[in-house]
DNA sequence: TCCGCGCATTCCGTTCACCGAAACGGGGGG
DNA sequence: CCCCCCGTTTCGGTGAACGGAATGCGCGGA
């Protein structure tokens, strides 16, 4: 948001942005310092807030994001949308592999993850639903960026890379070479670029114009599994998705 | 939203209200009408929340919830907050039966689905992750009724109770004894009260001070299981939910 | 072809919703 | 007692927000 004058707008989304996974709850003077906002603006705003329900406030008097604004948001088709068309695809993987199944969308230069699948054993990754990362390390943002428009590649290989692990791709060069490989395999691996203990093998996801819209990842523990092995599992859920997402009447 | 004058946060969060999944997508027009605000107005407004990316605009000029929104409200607890910590029991639900699992909280007086899994074959249920739905006749609905506040429960039978099928439990005197029976035997059956070829049994899951905040069930085809015998299973996936959110440092 | 309709975008004079500094009261700690 | 932080309220000033009107575009029907 701009500086100096801002729109009432501008200073709802800031308050709605302050919340984070690291500060999932805050008190009125943390909620208006985070949002740049005074006290009193806070204070009026957030009442309207918890009024309607995209805030909560505890009896601790805490503030939290609140169910209802979940409940309008759930409707973003690139959310739960998605994640809906493809949950049995993702549930199939899960079931034959009981590994972590990831589900993601580019927005930007970053991915989103809209659904993750993990049993109790499947190896910790760091990645959290509606949470963002980075294109360049893990199976999936390595697909989506792959296939993102040429612009967006060159931008996000003219930034800074950053490394993991020590084995994570930050050579723009050997980048460029990975993401055509990708493009020609179908399928793209991570492995030990985002944890050293983790292996990642990701296919694209296709719209209703055939354009890749998500990627679908299998996380293993490395030293498990052949890549080779895991991608015509993954692939064919991407496959079963993209199916689904293929133009109909009141397709999506 | 009062009427006459109206503040511009409670316009956005008209704007925002004004998307259902029976129009997941709005022209300008159709959201300012819905919305109930001047057409210029709208058009100020969407332009900041496609700006911030609470809204998405499309090549066809139409307006959708925007992935980011989706980001922000991921963290609300009772929603995918509340999810993460159930997922792993929830997984372990649908795999041993291959049945539709799903997950509510109570909002007021309806509930609110936050998670549902459900294989290709499973019968098809009339809920949507992030939809409501009444208390009084799905599984899950009862158990959150039954363990409601006295004034809620005694609110939600004053109203008039739809009868969503000749098997649903429209009669105030019937359902306090349902809710009753339900409180006693820790779980809760509805069969055919939603749909007539649905039976489901739910479970309360207990926050951290030992209150129910959520419940969770098993919708299986009707005539096909007996409730008793999943009973077991609902109950257990329940107690492990509440387990894992029962106090402990940074608990839920 | 012309006309009517609906749509989206922009303009502009008016006004009231919004603002934040300040005040107030409460709680906790030294 | 003083100090600090918090949350809530007050109030005069003002500019952000408003919507009717105008404009231009596209579409469908006569």
Redesign the interface.
């Known amino acids: 948001m701009g500086e100096g004058a801002r ?4 200073k ?2 800031a308050m ?2 302050a ?3 690291a500060t ?2 805050l008190s009125l003077s943390e909620l208006a310092r985070r949002a740049g906002v005074s006290l009193p603006t806070a204070h009026r ?1 957030a009442a ?2 918890v009024a ?3 805030l ?1 406030r505890g009896a601790d008097g805490r503030y ?18 998605l ?2 068309v493809a ?2 695809f993702l ?1 199939d993987l ?2 034959v592999t009981h590994e972590n199944v990831q589900l993601a ?1 580019r ?1 930007g230069l970053e991915l ?1 993850f809209v659904e993750r ?4 054993h499947a190896v910790p990754v760091l990645t ?5 990362f980075a294109l360049h390390a893990t199976g999936v943002g390595l697909v989506l960026l792959a296939h993102a428009p040429v612009e967006v590649q060159e931008q996000a290989l003219a930034a800074p890379l950053h490394a993991y692990t020590p084995k994570t791709i930050t050579d723009p060069d050997r980048l460029r070479e990975l993401l055509a490989a990708v493009r020609r395999n179908g399928y793209a691996v991570s492995d030990g670029q985002v944890t050293l203990d983790a292996l990642s093998v990701a296919a694209p996801i296709r719209g209703a114009d055939a354009a890749v819209v998500a990627a679908v990842s299998l996380v293993v523990r490395a030293d498990t599994a052949e890549p080779i092995a895991l991608a015509p599992l993954v692939q064919a859920a991407a496959r079963g998705i993209s199916r689904m997402l293929a133009p109909r009447p009141g397709g999506w």
């Not at 729109?7 to 501008?10: D, F, K, L, N, Y």
């Not at 699948?117 to 109790?120: C, F, L, N, P, Q």
Request: proline share 7%; aromatic share 8%; no cysteine.
């Open positions: 729109s009432v707008t501008a709802v989304l709605l942005e919340f984070t996974p999932p709850d705003r309207e807030l309607w329900g995209a909560e939290r994001i609140g169910l209802r604004l979940w409940e309008v948001a759930a409707l973003a088709p690139r959310g739960l949308g994640r809906d949950m049995p549930e899960y079931e969308v927005e989103v699948i993990a049993g109790r959290r639903v509606g949470g963002r």
